[in-house]
């Protein structure tokens, strides 16, 4: 006799909105939902398997036993298995154990909409709720501005697990132990926001957890889903912003994961040239599959409700928008005119990011995106993708390249340097140096700088301070900001102990101020994605190796011009052309001593000249410090 009872919480409407790949909420439906029925408590389940024969519930509450609690299979031809289990209770391990039609395959699954998830390598999925009283509704009320397009955005990439660990133990630290550690340190360091690499349950460390198979649940690992909500509240109540990297490129061919869900092809695509991805070992959802997209969109929307999330960084664009993307010929099928653009996944992300800004107008989605498809951060109804932002990925490479190159041969690069502002705002471009620029051999930022010790140093407080003052959102990744001198390691902590040295403690320092200076400054940010905020003063110097540019907003008072010497050859006495006669004061200098430069050319009050430069009436002198940024205000 079955132990289980009849009960639903889908409505007719709900199937419909389901089967047209237009149902939003589905976390509030599918899962498990502890509830009280008849004066009974225990916990209602409903799972997606059209393909199943029986679907039973096995866990903690039945011994694991497949013969005591099948699920009940709707009537509608949706699919959808469900029922009430009496005394199932939070905190009990399950899984979902089902048999299929298709050549009697048996699968055991974890939950695809688990709110909570055993710690790797136990893959059950667990009875979970909780009733956060959330406190940040300052934050909510007035991040709207804070999350503008025409606010400053700079963002510190963090990966959970080896930010800082508990050396003692050799651990983690916990949602909690970051709460505090890491919300003090972001807001010491005046960044705006955070971005934290895949928090969603995930099996594989290596994966840095961009191989998700739990989409709904934030990992074990760190603690609890509501400590999870605490990390949240606590950096808004700093003001400062949470952005989560989204994964619904792939996902793991993993047993209890998503593939192969009920017997068939549920979530993947069930052509190989469209449903694997080689590279990654993994499978691709089928964009195409109403029920599959509701699943996507869904988990999009319940990070950004249920989480407080402010804005969702999209990876691996690219690998959805192409058919042939890291494939041979013949190993890949045009669409339907002939092309190679994946034209279901296309339509899946502007279904995407219409959803997202409808139910969420004052967050952000940001598209890891490194081609040159066109209008990928312009609305929908402009026949864009619909993203807020896209990363800048050519940026991110040619400056790269540049400030690798010993400095005697720069003048013959220059336009590696200067080639990003060609195209600079044809998108809303986001500046990254990301988690990807450190690993695999690449080395870290600072290794990657030619010179000496003092050299290597200066080229990368220029490198930051060029990057600060590029038209553009930014992106840091932790321990960039000071120094690190190893590779990125996943299963190691950065490398404090190096801020006991002036030399790192300096580079700190500058980040520190750079954010500051962005924050402070409306031409820095108000015009970051248009082009009348930028404007060359010369970028034709190669000889000298020196670039100067002005950053403008609205108010012409708000000018900040910007002068970056990439040799180590002080300059002084350099001249630029300006925009008009009056005395102009020294914002910002990276050689300054407290960031550890030599503090030998700073510029106090400078009068201009009616002496023509640049093409330009009026022109100033300046001291030019060695492998440094130097900004001016009237």
Not at 298 to 323: C, E, K, P
């Amino acid at each position: 006799m079955s132990n289980t009872i009849t009960h639903s919480l889908f409505s007719d409407f709900d199937i419909n909105l389901f089967k047209a790949g237009k149902h939003y909420k589905l976390y509030e439906k599918f899962g498990a939902h502890i509830l009280t029925l008849n004066g009974i408590k225990g916990t209602y389940f409903a799972v997606w398997a059209p393909t199943a024969k029986s679907v039973s519930v096995i866990g903690d509450f039945n011994f694991w036993n497949d013969q005591k609690h099948p699920l009940n299979v709707r009537w509608d031809e949706s699919g959808i298995w469900e029922g009430f289990i009496p005394h199932a209770a939070k905190g009990e391990s399950y899984k979902y154990k089902i048999h299929s039609s298709n050549d009697n395959i048996i699968t055991e699954k974890a939950d695809p909409y688990a709110r909570r998830c055993e710690h790797p390598p136990k893959t059950a999925s667990i009875i979970w709720e909780d009733d956060y009283a959330w406190k940040d509704n300052k934050w909510m009320k007035i991040r709207k501005e804070k999350n503008a397009l025409d606010a400053p955005y700079a963002i510190y990439e963090v990966h959970l697990g080896s930010w800082k660990r508990n050396t003692e133990e050799n651990r983690f630290l916990s949602y909690v132990e970051l709460a505090e550690d890491l919300v003090n340190y972001v807001a010491d360091m005046n960044f705006t926001h955070v971005e934290f690499m895949p928090i969603m349950e995930y099996p594989y460390d290596p994966s840095w957890g961009y191989q998700l198979t739990g989409f709904f649940a934030p990992t074990s690992r760190f603690g609890f889903p509501d400590e999870f909500k605490l990390l949240v509240d606590k950096f808004h109540k700093k003001g400062i912003g949470i952005i989560l990297d989204w994964v619904p490129a792939h996902f793991p061919a993993d047993a209890h994961g998503l593939g192969l869900f009920d017997g068939s092809h549920l979530y993947e695509h069930p052509d190989i040239r469209k449903g694997y991805h080689q590279d990654w070992k993994s499978l691709i959802f089928n964009y195409g599959r109403n029920e599959v997209k509701s699943f996507l969109i869904s988990n999009a929307l319940f990070w950004l409700d249920q989480y407080h999330i402010d804005g969702l960084r999209v990876d691996a664009v690219t690998s959805m928008l192409f058919l042939d993307y890291s494939r041979e010929d013949g190993e890949w099928e045009p669409n339907i005119y002939g092309g190679r653009e994946n034209l279901e996944a296309i339509d899946f992300i502007k279904e995407m990011n219409i959803a997202v800004y409808e139910n969420f107008p004052d967050v952000q989605t940001i598209a890891e995106e490194s081609t040159s498809f066109s209008k990928v951060s312009s609305p929908v109804f402009l026949e864009g993708l619909g993203f807020g932002m896209k990363w800048m990925m050519g940026w991110m490479h040619d400056t790269l390249e540049y400030f690798s190159k010993e400095p005697i041969y720069r003048k013959h690069h220059q336009n590696e340097l200067t080639f990003s502002l060609n195209y600079a705002f044809t998108e809303n471009f986001m500046l990254p140096l990301s988690h990807d620029e450190v690993v695999y051999g690449k080395k870290s930022i600072l290794d990657k700088m030619p010179g000496d010790e003092w050299q290597r140093f200066a080229n990368m407080r220029l490198l930051f301070s060029f990057m600060y003052t590029h038209p553009g959102a930014k992106l840091l990744f932790q321990g960039s900001e000071f120094g690190q001198v190893s590779e990125w390691n996943f299963q190691q902590s950065l490398e404090w102990h190096l801020l006991d040295y002036d030399v790192h403690k300096g580079a700190q320092t500058l980040v520190k101020e750079l954010n500051k200076l962005y924050r402070k400054e409306p031409a820095l940010h108000k015009k970051q994605f248009s082009f009348d905020g930028f404007e060359w003063i010369n970028h034709n110097d190669h000889e000298n190796s020196v670039i100067s540019y002005m950053r403008k907003s609205d108010d012409e008072k708000d000018l900040v011009i910007i002068v970056c010497n990439l040799t180590p050859i002080p300059r002084e006495n350099y001249r630029i052309g300006v925009p008009k006669s009056g005395k102009l004061k020294e914002l910002f200098n990276s050689d300054r001593t407290e960031f550890n430069g030599s503090g030998n050319y700073l510029n106090k009050i400078l009068k201009t000249d009616s002496i023509k430069w640049d093409g330009r009436e009026n022109s100033i002198e300046l001291n030019l410090p060695p492998l440094a940024m130097i900004a001016v205000k009237y």
